[in-house]
């Protein structure tokens, strides 16, 4: 079993920056990715950004240049820098784990973009 806690999330003003933090445990061990994506209420949950074991990223086209990916192998943890944060990111931000084609879930933690 794998288990997901974020951390980071809250209120920022627009233009503000933010981190967000995902640390997995559990049954970690090989390949396998991790990402952010987000939710706002009555739509479907998006890719923000994705980074593979090697260090291989995408991203959502509307966060390209703001946001930047990152993770450390050694903690079992991932990291969502937000900059120039503009109200349409306000979010819920889930942390995923895929490995083995098997998806695996934080519980989310809210981002608010307001003045």
């Known amino acids: 079993q794998v288990q997901l806690v974020e951390s980071g999330g809250g209120l920022v003003q627009p233009g503000g920056s933010l981190r967000l933090s995902c640390a997995a445990s559990?049954?970690?061990?090989?390949?396998?990715?991790m990402g952010w994506y987000r939710q706002v209420p009555g739509k479907q949950r998006d890719l923000v950004a994705r980074i593979t074991s090697p260090g291989r990223t995408n991203y959502a086209d509307s966060v390209k240049g703001r946001f930047t990916i990152s993770r450390d192998n050694a903690k079992n943890t991932v990291y969502l820098q937000m900059n120039s944060l503009k109200p349409e990111d306000t979010a819920v931000y889930y942390c995923?784990?895929?490995?083995?084609?098997?998806?695996?879930w934080g519980k989310g933690t809210l981002v608010t973009v307001s003045s």
């Open positions: 995923n784990l895929r490995k083995d084609y098997i998806d695996y």
């Open positions: 559990g049954s970690i061990f090989g390949s396998y990715a």
